[in-house]
């Protein structure tokens, strides 16, 4: 089955103590791109990858790092996470941007 | 920088009636469009999407958009809404020249009740 795989999907966490979300795909797409959703806000984009060792910056990507070394796997890391980050966040995935397939989500808590 | 606009941020509406959620966008450059559907604890989905040709597009569960490209709108309508609509939409921009990112709208809240 296709699908983008996040983990954990809940967490809840203390100020400044790293966290990593894996997110992974099976569809083979060059693309893929993190989100936070808040409300009010929609989804805002934090970091996006074009292929395998290609980042680069979304609207939002003070505290979040990431990177690409295999296709498949992309995961957002938070160094050290503040309670500005607490969120529902969104792993995507695509052949060229456009259409987007999504995970989950994962909902963070930083307390 | 493109952007889109969803003026309501909510919508409430009686089961069987019909709906048009409103989306518009600013956009300097050709764009696609899509519409997803949020479900309470859920990802998102596709309902549907605007690459090129007819400008009415029809979606999954009875819904349908129509580009207007003078209005720069990317209106969803459905004649008759059920219960089980009752989510949370977004509409969605995509650049075709810098194909970087699919920017989203703040999202409209579907409310269907009897």
């Known amino acids: 089955e296709a699908q983008v795989t996040q983990n954990p999907r809940y967490l809840i966490t203390v100020t400044g103590k790293k966290l990593t979300v894996t997110c992974s795909q099976n569809m083979n797409h060059e693309y893929m791109s993190w989100y936070r959703q808040d409300p009010g806000l929609g989804l805002r984009q934090i970091y996006y990858?074009?292929?395998?060792?290609?980042?680069d910056k979304g609207d939002v990507p003070e505290g979040y790092k990431v990177s690409r070394k295999e296709k498949r796997n992309f995961p957002l890391i938070l160094e050290s996470p503040s309670p500005n980050q607490t969120s529902l966040y969104f792993c995507?995935?695509?052949?060229?941007?456009?259409?987007?397939?999504f995970g989950e989500g994962s909902r963070l808590t930083v307390l | 920088a493109q952007s889109v606009t969803q003026l309501d941020s909510q919508v409430p509406v009686f089961e069987e009636a019909p709906v048009e959620l409103r989306c518009n966008y600013s956009?300097?450059?050709?764009?696609?469009l899509f519409w997803y559907v949020q479900y309470p604890n859920q990802g998102l989905q596709l309902l549907l999407k605007y690459l090129s040709g007819s400008t009415l597009v029809k979606g999954i569960n009875g819904f349908e958009a129509e580009f207007n490209k003078s209005q720069t709108s990317f209106h969803l309508r459905k004649p008759s809404v059920h219960i089980s609509d009752t989510a949370e939409y977004f509409c969605?921009?995509?650049?075709?020249?810098?194909?970087?990112?699919?920017?989203f709208g703040t999202g409209t809240r579907l409310q269907v009740t009897l």
């Open positions: 969605a921009v995509f650049n075709t020249g810098t194909a970087s990112k699919l920017t």
């Open positions: 956009s300097s450059v050709s764009v696609y």
């Open positions: 995507a995935s695509s052949f060229a941007g456009g259409e987007l397939f």
């Open positions: 990858s074009m292929n395998v060792e290609v980042t």
